[in-house]
């Protein structure tokens, strides 16, 4: 069944913009993603939209559809009413390229702050053993695929621009604790997590865990398991003396 | 200079969010009930009156912690506090489990969303110009989430006790059961889930680790701890609502309303 929808899509550049008004044919089983290119091949060809796969496993089509960070490609024009005016605008904690496409070089810049795995001294790639119920824990966070609609809903740099510099954000706080929980890696990532990556920053109020995509559980698997093994190091003298006397190590 | 989601190089929408469902519900529903809660709460431990009714002990004045509480044969008292203290008892011990669900990661989001829109809901933006989240006194301090959960488990164990003792009659003969016994017990059980379901227990049963399979009865137990985690958000409710029904049934029954129904 075909209906006429109203849009609502944000056109501009990093200088000017407004929501344009666009009536737009929907058939059965259609995403919003379908509706923009409907758009662009009959309305509006230079309509700026990044795309790919349109399977949601990209992580390209990240916008705001009434507002709530999602994948064009992944929210079902069936979940809207045939009368409802769909609004769409780019990611609004990033700085907008054109229409719905933003820069987000930001998080870029975050990922290359995190040191990569780092393996003992003296084990060379090709060496590396580990059992799976050690490793199977942080591999939740490699279904990430880096559509940083949990970056982009995050309140501390959503609402605060200042707070940029100081907070990498969910998921590069992810990628801190799946290093952390990986049974070869030898980086002290947990003062790292709170004094140069900002952990403190996050009040766990689990925006990113809602808006992704993936369904990685960040707040409870990620964000929440690394405050406490930050507490472990910063705020529990109890764990300090503990590690102290039975000489616990990094490994254990 | 404008900021948030007007900061210069992001795209300039006038409305401030464009959120079209009801994202107000779940924040008003919060602050709603957990109002309703403080009023409540607040006023039993204040009330230093009708919290025993043999053998039954209310949660909010158990263990009694002052020499003032009423005589509870058998309950789990230590009057550490002496006779100087001549308020509520129920002042000193709601402490700690006021502490735990203050510190708890469940309750910090909701009462963030709640009380301080610190977002209300997903991109609806803060009505404030600074936010350092928790990395300043006094929300710092959420970071000692661990020893309430300590304090925690031991208010479990003596409410635990005092299920025990509810199994006996309203003249101390052991072997009997009442509604209220079953009202203990449905609140303890309650309890012990939500205090074994907490993020702090679910890092010190395990989540600390960096190998598992050295630790394999560890990695048990913390597998049974992070499904009961998945959990954490309904058993954070329903056990603030079973500690205070606990509560209004052994007053209710203190003052006379009615009498407790005995099974055997």
Redesign the interface.
């Known amino acids: 069944m075909s209906y006429k929808a109203n849009f609502r899509v ?1 056109r ?1 550049d ?1 200088d ?2 407004e ?1 344009r008004d666009y009536t737009v044919e929907v058939n059965e089983g259609e995403v919003v993603l379908d509706i923009i290119h409907r758009l662009q091949a009959t309305q509006a060809p230079d309509l700026a939209v990044r795309w790919n796969c349109k399977a949601g496993k990209c992580g390209s089509c990240s916008a ?1 559809i ?4 999602r994948l064009l490609c992944m929210t079902r024009m069936s979940t809207f009413s045939a009368e ?1 005016t769909i ?1 769409v ?2 990611m ?5 390229v054109r229409d719905l496409v ?2 987000v070089s930001f998080n870029y810049t975050k990922a290359r702050q995190v040191p990569s795995f780092t393996p003992p001294e003296g084990l060379k790639a090709g060496e590396y053993r580990m ?1 799976q ?2 490793v199977e ?1 942080s591999q939740e966070f490699r279904k990430c695929i880096e559509c940083f609609l949990c970056q982009n ?1 995050c ?2 740099i ?6 940029k510099p100081a907070f990498s954000g969910p998921r590069y706080l992810m990628r801190i604790a799946e290093l952390d ?3 070869l890696d030898v980086a002290d990532r947990q003062k790292a997590a709170q004094e140069e990556h ?1 952990l ?8 990113c865990t ?2 992704c995509p993936e369904h990685i559980k960040i707040t ?1 698997n990620a964000l ?2 690394m ?6 190091r ?3 003298p109890l764990v300090w003396l503990g590690d102290k006397i039975l000489r616990r190590g ?3 | 200079m404008a900021t948030g989601t007007a900061a210069p190089g992001r795209a300039q929408i006038e409305e401030r969010h464009l959120r079209t469902d009801r994202w107000w519900l779940s924040p008003a529903v919060t602050v709603t009930i957990l109002v309703a809660f403080i009023v409540y709460s607040t006023w039993r431990a204040f009330a230093n009156d009708d919290y025993f009714a043999e053998p039954y002990v209310s949660p909010f004045y158990s263990p009694c912690l002052a020499e003032n509480c009423d005589s509870m044969p058998l309950s789990a008292n230590a009057p550490l506090f002496g006779d100087w203290w001549s308020l509520s008892p129920a002042l000193i011990i709601l402490i700690f489990p006021l502490g735990f669900r203050l510190t708890c990661y469940y309750y910090r989001k909701a009462y963030y969303r709640g009380f301080w829109a610190s977002p209300s809901a997903c991109a609806v933006p803060e009505p404030r110009s600074k936010y350092s989240g928790e990395t300043k006194f006094p929300l710092i301090m959420q970071n000692f989430h661990r020893y309430f959960f300590y304090f925690a488990v031991i208010v479990a164990l003596i409410l635990s006790w005092d299920v025990l003792i509810a199994f006996r009659d309203e003249h101390g003969a052991w072997g009997h059961m009442g509604l209220g016994t079953l009202v203990l017990l449905a609140n303890v059980l309650l309890i012990w889930a939500y205090t074994l379901s907490c993020h702090s227990c679910r890092h010190i049963i395990g989540g600390r680790l960096k190998h598992f399979s050295k630790h394999p009865v560890r990695y048990k137990y913390w597998q049974f701890v992070s499904r009961l985690n998945t959990k954490h958000m309904q058993l954070a409710w329903a056990s603030l609502f079973s500690v205070a029904l606990a509560d209004l049934y052994v007053y209710l029954v203190a003052s006379g309303a009615f009498d407790d129904p005995r099974f055997f």
Request: proline residues 8%.
């Open positions: 944000w501009g990093v000017s913009g929501l705001e009434n507002g709530r960070p409802e609004t605008t780019p609004r904690t990033f700085p907008v933003t820069d059992e119920v050690d824990r809903t309140h501390v959503r609402d605060f621009e200042d707070n929980m990986h049974p900002g403190g920053y996050c009040n766990i109020t689990k925006c809602d808006v409870d929440i398991p405050k406490e093994r930050v507490a472990d910063k705020y529990d990094k490994t254990q």
